[in-house]
């Protein structure tokens, strides 16, 4: 196998859906795993704003309801977060990646303010727009080679094109990655701090594994 | 290259022309305009046989067509 | 060197170019999200194009995927603009209220839906459902409605449970695991087309 994240631990089988455990997928679960867990337990900051001139403030609280949508939402940005960095199917990949889109939406969805949901709408249209290209992506590996699986696409017996992995970055790219387009990074306005964190961790780590993936097919 | 893969594909194509650029610019025109190319990939997934997909397919885009059909009533009705 | 697969290949991402083209020099949100539609279309043309029992498999995820970001952006639109508290008028029209017509589609719709099974055809029964619900009133149980709704999900974890660790007796848990996710699907679809049948 192609040991570009080092040499295979362990492997866990599901028939043809192999969910494999290198040093640099280890490390990426337990990132996600730990940063979950965080969510779990810890409770929101309130954000304060200043008023100018003096020295007052005022600070804004979240609802309980409101705190409970988000945290759920969190929590399974984490779990998808975490499935992406160890599945080896491009497909199960593309799935992954798609439903921590749908996640980060949902975070940030539950603001009761403007901005924040013009941004969440524009974030979430272009999100939904970069599915196109990574289900095309995985539609061409899977017509071009006969299989979706990474493992055995490791072994080089069969080239991917190099438009289908020119895809699957796009398609990334489209979904997660905030420093690409300004929406996502206004969704930061959102107050709570571990809930909106889990946008920008769970973007960082996808970026990691695509590389890893591109390089791997 | 079956009949239905060419006739497929033809309406895929221009239902989404259609579809880019509708004349009078409406919610509604455009909505039903998104028929088209719906029809076109029915016909598409019949020439390949794949008849769970084309079952689901139908039966979704009409999901989606209430959906559309909500937002576009509850936009346009006066509060 | 052009063969079927490469001809339908450039046809279906003609189509996706010709539809980005429209979403970028869209400026209106709500004809955005019908263009965005318009793109997943391509997108499932191109995943079709496979031909073989695999692009099945990865149509019906995709298609699942592409609703339930559909239904959460429309419900965003919906809350940003402020057109939530908007009521629509009812039709008052009396072939919808008395004729029987409304139960023969919903009727169909289910019956449609239970064929499918699984998430989309609990989906689509849920909508005959909704449809019925919406043409009459719903004087009726909303307990009952959750109730099912939340045995069925536990049934359809259950039936997962089975499949990992007893594969042999996979048939059951694959009607079982059909079944509860049907049942969940159509009571949820319920109880939201009797909340949405209320307000309007």
């Given at each position: 196998m192609n040991e570009i994240g080092g040499a295979p631990l362990f492997f866990l089988e599901f028939g043809d859906i192999v969910i494999y455990f290198t040093p640099f997928t280890l490390t990426l679960f337990l990132l996600a795993l730990v940063f979950s867990v965080f969510v779990?337990?810890?409770?929101?900051?309130?954000?304060?704003?200043?008023?100018?001139?003096?020295?007052?403030?005022?600070?804004?609280?979240?609802?309980l309801s409101e705190l409970r949508f988000r945290r759920f939402m969190s929590i399974a940005c984490g779990l998808a977060c975490m499935g992406a960095m160890v599945t080896?199917?491009?497909?199960?990949?593309?799935?992954?990646?798609?439903?921590?889109?749908?996640?980060?939406?949902?975070?940030?969805?539950?603001?009761?303010?403007?901005?924040?949901?013009?941004?969440?709408?524009?974030?979430?249209?272009?999100?939904?727009?970069?599915?196109v290209p990574m289900f095309a992506a995985a539609a061409m590996v899977a017509a071009t080679t006969g299989t979706l699986s990474m493992l055995e696409l490791a072994k080089g017996t069969a080239t991917v094109p190099v438009a289908a992995r020119a895809l699957l970055v796009l398609g990334v790219m489209g979904e997660g990655m905030a420093p690409f387009y300004a929406a996502k990074?206004?969704?930061?306005?959102?107050?709570?701090?571990?809930?909106?964190?889990?946008?920008?961790?769970?973007?960082?780590l996808i970026f990691l594994r695509v590389a890893e993936v591109i390089l791997l097919i | 290259m079956n009949p239905e893969f060419i006739l497929g594909f033809l309406l895929l194509l221009g239902g989404t022309i259609a579809s880019a650029f509708p004349v009078p610019k409406t919610y509604l025109n455009r909505l039903i305009n998104l028929e088209i190319p719906g029809w076109g990939l029915l016909l598409l997934m019949l020439s390949y046989n794949e008849a769970l997909a084309?079952?689901?397919?139908?039966?979704?885009?009409?999901?989606?067509?209430?959906?559309?059909?909500?937002?576009?009533?509850?936009?346009?009705?006066?509060? | 060197m052009w063969n079927e697969y490469s001809i339908g290949l450039a046809a279906a991402f003609a189509c996706a170019l010709v539809a980005f083209l429209a979403l970028v020099w869209e400026r209106d949100d709500l004809h955005k999200l019908l263009l965005v539609d318009l793109v997943e279309t391509a997108a499932l043309a191109v995943i079709a194009l496979i031909g073989t029992d695999l692009s099945e498999a990865l149509i019906l995820p995709g298609l699942v995927v592409g609703i339930a970001e559909l239904l959460a952006l429309s419900q965003i639109y919906l809350?940003?603009?402020?057109?939530?508290?908007?009521?629509?008028?009812?039709?008052?029209?009396?072939?919808?209220?008395?004729?029987?017509?409304?139960?023969?589609i919903a009727t169909i719709l289910a019956v449609y839906g239970i064929i499918l099974s699984g998430f989309t055809g609990g989906a689509i029964a849920g909508l005959g459902i909704v449809f019925l619900l919406m043409s009459r009133s719903f004087s009726g149980d909303f307990h009952v409605l959750e109730m099912a709704s939340g045995i069925s999900w536990a049934l359809w974890v259950a039936a997962f449970f089975v499949f990992m660790f007893a594969p042999e007796w996979w048939y059951l848990a694959l009607m079982g695991a059909a079944i509860g996710i049907l049942m969940k699907v159509i009571t949820k679809m319920s109880l939201v087309g009797a909340m949405w049948g209320d307000q309007e």
């Open positions: 779990l337990v810890s409770r929101p900051e309130r954000q304060i704003d200043i008023a100018f001139g003096g020295d007052a403030y005022y600070a804004k609280e979240i609802s080896g199917d491009v497909f199960d990949f593309t799935l992954f990646v798609s439903l921590v889109g749908i996640c980060n939406v949902g975070i940030v969805a539950a603001v009761r303010s403007r901005h924040v949901q013009n941004a969440a709408y524009q974030y979430g249209l272009v999100a939904l727009a970069g599915t990074a206004e969704m930061f306005r959102a107050p709570g701090a571990p809930y909106v964190i889990m946008c920008s961790l769970s973007s960082l | 084309l079952l689901t397919f139908g039966g979704v885009s009409a999901l989606s067509v209430y959906i559309f059909v909500r937002v576009i009533q509850k936009k346009e009705a006066t509060g | 809350v940003k603009e402020g057109y939530q508290q908007h009521r629509v008028k009812g039709l008052n029209i009396e072939v919808i209220m008395r004729s029987p017509a409304t139960v023969i």
